[in-house]
């Protein structure tokens, strides 16, 4: 039971455009939204996240959208570098609880072409 | 320096042994994980302690079994291996529990079972 779905599995954008990566989730308890970056034979890294509370967070070129009613959730990149060239995963939980625990999609690879 | 780190990198074995693999986190974090990333690519969480106190156990086979001796490590033993098991496991850490937040991996430890 996938309960956080990236559906496109990879991305591919030019330089300096805007890199849009979107996740949808199926669990309506979910309140707190990350997204990670992973390169290869890494360890995934944390990017931003994004609560419930709120519809748009932003961090630099990193904007993260929330629009609750559609359980969908949307990563934009602005612009996009080469180095951004990574897997990005989307993971959902419920932030407080005893048993919180992150919920990851599979991951959406983007590259961005010089 | 490395803030979660895992060993082996990479572990080839052969059905029926068994193996450990070793997580170290010098973030001063209370909370450490262990996930599986398969074939298919999702990241599923296996076990969390906080504390030494082992407080996420998902659906995971008995054969695994992590130890904590101290809240900066956790290791994970795996017993009577099995071709099911290839996969890479990472390590990660947060610094509070109850409270899902941000989580530092470890680069992953690549295991397969022959």
Redesign the interface.
């Known amino acids: 039971d996938?309960q956080v779905k990236q559906n496109s599995p990879s991305l591919s954008v030019q330089e300096g455009r805007i890199s849009i990566l979107n996740c949808d989730y199926t669990n309506s308890m979910f309140d707190?939204f990350?997204w990670?970056k992973k390169y290869p034979?890494?360890?995934?890294?944390?990017l931003i996240?994004i609560s419930s509370i709120k519809d748009k967070n932003e961090d630099g070129r990193f904007t993260v959208f929330l629009n609750k009613s559609a359980k969908h959730l949307s990563l934009h990149i602005v612009p996009s570098q080469p180095g951004d060239s990574a897997v990005y995963?989307c993971a959902a939980?419920?932030?407080?609880?005893?048993?919180?625990?992150?919920t990851?999609?599979?991951?959406i690879t983007l590259s961005v072409r010089p | 320096d490395t803030a979660?780190s895992q060993t082996p990198k990479y572990l080839v074995t052969q059905m029926g042994n068994d193996k450990s693999i070793k997580c170290e986190q010098n973030l001063g974090h209370d909370t450490m994980y262990w996930y599986k990333q398969d074939s298919?690519?999702?990241?599923?969480?296996m076990f969390?302690y906080n504390n030494k106190e082992l407080?996420?156990n998902e659906t995971v086979p008995n054969r695994f079994s992590p130890k904590s001796p101290d809240k900066a490590h956790l290791n994970l033993h795996i017993n009577s291996l099995e071709l099911g098991d290839s996969a890479v496991y990472?390590c990660?850490s947060s610094q509070d529990?109850?409270?899902?937040?941000?989580?530092?991996?470890?680069?992953?430890t690549r295991l397969t079972v022959t």
């Open positions: 996938q707190y990350l990670y034979a890494e360890g995934p890294t944390f996240s995963f939980s419920r932030y407080t609880g005893a048993n919180s625990k992150l990851f999609g599979k991951g | 979660v298919k690519k999702f990241l599923k969480i969390s407080i996420i990472f990660a529990r109850g409270r899902v937040g941000e989580q530092y991996f470890g680069p992953g």
